[in-house]
Every structure is written in C-alpha cells, then in structure tokens.
C-alpha cells in the first residue's frame, strides 16, 4: 500500500458529533448495549441544534456511569461531588449569567444524594438544564437499588425485589418549580435530541428525563434481555402524549411509559426575580446584577 | 493590587468578629458567598446579604451547607471570589468539599467560627475544638492553610489574608474563628482601599493552545482560567494528569497528590505567620491560638511578676504549623504550656515538634466558656518546676 492511498483510507466518514467530544479521551468506559452514549449523541446533535456560542456552555456532572458524562465533553466540563452537580452549577450560572449550564447526570446522583439540591434548585428556578439519565439502578457501584427502581425489579441491595415506591421524575420537577419538563428513552433519539434542545434554549430550570438501558445490571439481574431488548421494549410500551398530567407519570416495572413534553411554561428565572425584587426596593441606588 | 474601593467601608467601626471577617472579605474582593445559617456564624451571611446587593455581589442562603461549599467553588471557576460561612456542625458537612477544593485545586474560603462540640454541643459558646478537623476532616491526603484571629480587627485584616493566601497558592484556606471573636464588639479600623494589598487570581497568559490547567511551575501552584474563556477546561475531583484528565494509576496519584501536599509543606516559610512576645531568653512558652491567646495575658503577667521567664508564642496560621520555630525553641527552654479549648489537639503538633526535647502541658478546657486565667498560671508555674 503507498503512502497516498493510506491517506485515502484514514479519512473516513467522522461522526457529526465528533467536535463536540473529547475524543482523545475515547473509548469510554460504558458497557455495550449502555444508553448513556446514546444520550450524549442526542445532547451534541442538540446543542449543534440550539446554535449556542460553545465556549459559554459548561456541563457539570456528579458520580456515577452517567456522571462521567461531563468528561467526554469537549466545553468546560465539571465532575463534581456525589450528589451537587447542582449546586455547583448553581454557583457557576449566578456566578457568571451569560453561561448556559447544563447539569448531566443519573438518576440515583440527582434524586436520591442529590435530590435536595434538585427540588431546591427547581423552587428557585435557577436557569440552568438538568438531563437526567434514568438507567433504574447504581450501575457504577454494582446494580444497587435506587429512588427510581420500580415495584418488583430487582437490585443488588433488593435481591428479593424492590417494594419502596419510586419516584416519579416528572411530577416531582413540575411541583418543584421547573419551567420545562420532558420525558423520553434512548429509543426516541428525535424526540430527546428536540427536547434537549428547547430546554437549552428555555430560561429557568429545565428537566429532560432520559430512561436508558443498564445491560450489565438492570437487564441481567431482571432477565431482560440486553439492551437491544430493552430498545425494543421501550419501542413497544412508549406512549407519546404531550402536556399529559405529571400526576399520571409513575413508572411501573416493566409497563407502558408514557413520553413527551409535558411542561413548558414562563416563569422569571431566580436572577431576574432578584433584579426586579431590588429594582423596585431600592430604585437608583441598584444596578442589576450581572455577574 | 489594591483593593477595589467599591467594598471597603473605610474608617473606624465598633463592630463584631464576625462583622468584621465579613467586611475584610468585601475589601478583598469576595462578591460571592453561599451560606446556610448557623448560630455562631450566621451574622456575617447576614451582612453579606445586607451590603452585597448594593455592590454587585451575590449571596445565597443555600439549602444546606454541603450545598453552600461546593456552591462557592462553581463561582469561583465563573471567576468570582468566593466563601461559605459556618459553624462546627456545618463544618462537618462540608468537609466532602473542602478535599474537593483542594483536589481541584479552587482558591476559596471557608470561615468556622467553632463553637462547643461534638455534635450539636453548645450552640452559643466557644470552643477551639475543630482545629485538627480543619486539617484533616476530608478523606485522603491534602494539604490546606488555617487562619486564626484573636480579635474583630484580626478577623478583618485575616480574611483579607486568607483571600489573598487562597489566590496565591489555589487552596482552600480557613479561616477558624471563635465563638469569642466571632461575638466579641472592638474597635476595627478598616484602611483606604488603597492601602489594602489584594493578590489577584493568577490567570494564565500565556497562548491558548498547550494549555494545561494543572502544570504547576516552580511554586508548585499551576495558573489557573475560568468556564467561559474557550479554554474547554475539565476539573474532577478524580485523580487527574495535568490536563484534568483522569488517570486511575498509582504514578499519577503519587504526582498529583503529592505536589498538592507539597505546594504548601514547600512554601511553608513564605505562609507560617506567628506572634512572639519575649520569647528571647524565655524559660516557658506559652504556645496559643484565638480567644486563648488573650485569655492566657492576665496568667503570662503573673508569670512575670513573680520572675519567672515567660515567652508567649501566638499561632496566626495553625496549618501549616510553625514546626520550625517550636522545634529551634525545644532546644533552648524547659517547656510549653499549651492553652487550648479541647482536649488537646495543637498541643499534638507541639509535641510533635518539641520530640521530648522539652516539656509539654497542656491546658485542657471542654469548652462552653474560655479558661480560668489561674489555670494556665498554674501550668506555667508547674511546667517550670517539672
């Protein structure tokens, strides 16, 4: 083979979405069949989408599979605590408002450890994005239960199933304050890339719930295929009903999803409530604040 | 630099310690602080909340305070100087984040003005029990520095310190009041705003590209930047290599890890800052901290009158510890006496460095109220007889 074909060979078709990672940090270390990657697709294909200025966008993540998330970003990127990407994030959005903050991270680190932080963040309508990956489990850790487990599946810390009722995501960030709220799996790539990008456009705390598989250890520990099964499944049991009412949201083990954009109001961020607060309370003597 | 002259309330005051800490940390250039309220700590996040709007600065009062200490280090990297304000039981919910800053290495301030523990202990009254928390209560090795006034005019000329301490080396730096300072109402004379010395954050100035935001130079203490500036910087509290990156390996443990101890054992000459009142020739010294350090003056006077050689050595920074200059001393008196409110935790590094070479007491105090100035006497008199 000459030099100049070897040249023709290497420069293959490139993924669209290969300026918007660290490639020199692949390949990263999710498991085959995992939903995260697919996630992250949806997240650079949405932020291609938003036509944001990149360098003002940060993504902060805390522990876990989906935690690592923040590190295969090529933006400036934050892996933080167990728990507080988001009020880390709530310091870098007051701390600097021309920001676009994005918290990306799982469903045990922002409900469970985190799920303070969370309800807090969405009363105040900080403006920032929060896509949480709901995989069902700690994977990092092994397959523990988590907030989000459903009756009956089992986990590592639940072998003979779970009976604690799990949350259901998008009613509690819709009752907490959050001014955008949506829920899809990694089967609806359109759908989640759409919402991704309309919550990084919306003002205020912005919610997109992801349900993805956990081959490793949700499927196998509940015989549920691998995560092309998973795909199928979610395929098969998804409902899309947009502006459905939170309050019917709850997920069971194993039956029908309900998916869409359930939630998209106007409601002054945090800081602009702030400004205005103070406008009207000391007049001239108060510049608005800008960081 | 100087201060920016926007935040500094030039003149004389009688005010608080805690007050005070918070007006020297507005002259130094803080314009951001998360807190949760925590008695005694909570009057200065009640000043801040008062002066920040009208200066540009934000305060948040938090959920919690695992919340307010890594709050504060998000502002740090959108550029802002940042603390968070606490008390003994906050302080232990922050110490998760308190290894954080230093892993990553983020200039920020933590105040603990201590009060009587453990637990919920004494809400209301002092104690000096959190100073072996404050260097190591987060897991792993690191090292940070701990400041620790003794009256409201220190705990404004020390947060300024501690601000400036924070920039210069990238560390977290404490500033471990208590109850005492934090309560007690002096005179504080804040300067000119020109008069008032700022280390700026040390930004990189170099060109962009080859960037690594974890190069250290010669100091052992790397430039830093900010989110925003195109940089597509990455920090994780992970063991990193000098990109940010993590790297699961013993080598680059062993190189993180220990430049982030060394960066401050290394420049601990240039950090260490004691007060010495006739020690040159002293046969005791009294070795002491905070609201201790005045406590022990009627008790050092007796000493005097009734002829005995004491010499007072009072810590301003208790990390890094003067080891130094205990141990030069070890060699030329009888003992130290080492007036403290707990059971004996800085008198753990006196001992350390004195290596038998001298005697050592301690004067222990439980903590609910200062010591019997009589108590430390009789250590003085009694370390002397042996």
């Not at chain 2, 928390?133 to 006034?149: E, F, K, M, N, V």
Request: include cysteine.
């Amino acid at each position: 083979m000459t030099e100049e074909t070897m040249d023709t060979d290497i420069s293959m078709p490139t993924n669209t979405v290969e300026d918007f990672l660290r490639m020199e940090r692949l390949p990263h270390i999710w498991c085959p069949g995992c939903g995260i990657g697919t996630t992250v697709n949806c997240f650079a294909h949405a932020l291609e989408a938003s036509g944001l200025d990149l360098k003002k966008v940060a993504v902060v993540s805390g522990i876990g599979c989906t935690g690592r998330v923040s590190g295969y970003m090529k933006l400036d990127s934050f892996h933080t605590t167990h728990g507080r990407a988001i009020p880390f994030a709530t310091g870098l959005k007051l701390a600097n408002p021309e920001l676009k903050v994005v918290v990306y991270s799982g469903d045990g680190d922002l409900t469970a450890i985190g799920g303070n932080h969370f309800i807090h963040a969405a009363r105040r309508n900080v403006d920032m994005t929060v896509i949480l990956l709901n995989n069902f489990i700690y994977g990092m850790t092994g397959g523990q239960v988590a907030p989000t487990t459903p009756i009956g599946a089992t986990a590592s810390t639940t072998p003979y199933g779970n009976f604690e009722e799990p949350f259901n995501l998008p009613y509690l960030a819709e009752s907490c304050g959050a001014v955008y709220v949506a829920r899809w799996t990694a089967f609806h790539v359109r759908h989640a890339t759409k919402s991704i990008k309309e919550a990084l456009l919306k003002k205020g705390f912005s919610f997109v719930e992801i349900m993805a598989p956990c081959p490793t250890l949700y499927s196998r520990r509940n015989r549920l295929g691998d995560g092309l099964d998973q795909m199928k499944f979610y395929r098969d049991n998804s409902e899309i009903l947009n502006g459905a009412d939170t309050k019917t949201l709850g997920l069971t083990f194993q039956g029908k999803i309900t998916v869409g954009k359930f939630v998209d109001k106007d409601k002054p961020t945090y800081l602009e409530a702030m400004n205005a607060f103070y406008a009207q309370k000391f007049g001239d003597k108060f510049s608005p604040y800008k960081g | 630099m100087k201060a920016d002259p926007k935040g500094v309330m030039t003149g004389a005051y009688f005010i608080d310690g805690d007050h005070a800490c918070a007006e020297g940390a507005i002259a130094a250039g803080c314009r951001f602080v998360a807190g949760y309220p925590i008695t005694p700590s909570t009057e200065v996040v009640e000043r801040m909340a008062e002066r920040f709007p009208l200066i540009g600065g934000m305060f948040i009062q938090m959920e919690d305070e695992i919340a307010s200490s890594i709050a504060i280090q998000g502002a740090v990297w959108a550029g802002k100087k940042a603390m968070t304000v606490t008390s003994g039981p906050g302080f232990s919910l922050m110490m998760e984040h308190l290894g954080l800053a230093a892993m990553t290495e983020t200039p920020c301030v933590f105040v603990d003005v201590q009060r009587a523990g453990p637990s919920t202990g004494l809400p209301t009254l002092p104690a000096q029990g959190d100073m072996m928390q404050a260097r190591w209560g987060s897991h792993g090795d690191y090292a940070i520095i701990a400041l620790c006034p003794n009256s409201p005019q220190e705990a404004f000329d020390l947060a300024i310190k501690a601000f400036n301490l924070a920039e210069q080396y990238r560390v977290p730096v404490l500033l471990m009041m208590d109850e005492c300072v934090g309560h007690m109402t002096e005179r504080v004379v804040i300067p000119p705003a020109d008069q008032i010395e700022i280390t700026p954050r040390r930004y990189w100035e170099g060109p962009q590209e080859g960037f690594l935001l974890f190069k250290a130079g010669k100091d052992l203490v790397p430039p830093i930047v900010k989110a925003g500036d195109g940089y597509n910087i990455h920090v994780t509290g992970l063991t990193h290599d000098e990109r940010g990156y993590p790297v699961m390996t013993p080598a680059a443990q062993e190189k993180l890890v220990r430049r982030l101890v060394d960066k401050i054992r290394k420049n601990a000459d240039a950090i260490v800052e004691y007060k010495e009142d006739q020690v040159e020739g002293a046969e005791i010294v009294v070795v002491s901290y905070g609201i201790t350090s005045r406590v022990a003056i009627p008790a050092l006077e007796q000493a005097r009158k009734e002829g005995m050689k004491v010499g007072h050595l009072r810590l301003i920074t208790a990390w890094p510890f003067p080891s130094k200059r205990i141990r030069e001393l070890s060699t030329k008196i009888q003992g130290f006496v080492v007036p403290e409110i707990n059971y004996g935790q800085m008198v753990r590094e006196v001992e350390r460095c004195v290596a038998g070479r001298s005697r050592v007491r301690l004067v222990p105090h439980g903590g609910g109220s200062v010591h019997d100035p009589k108590d430390i006497y009789a250590a003085i008199a009694g370390v002397r007889k042996g």
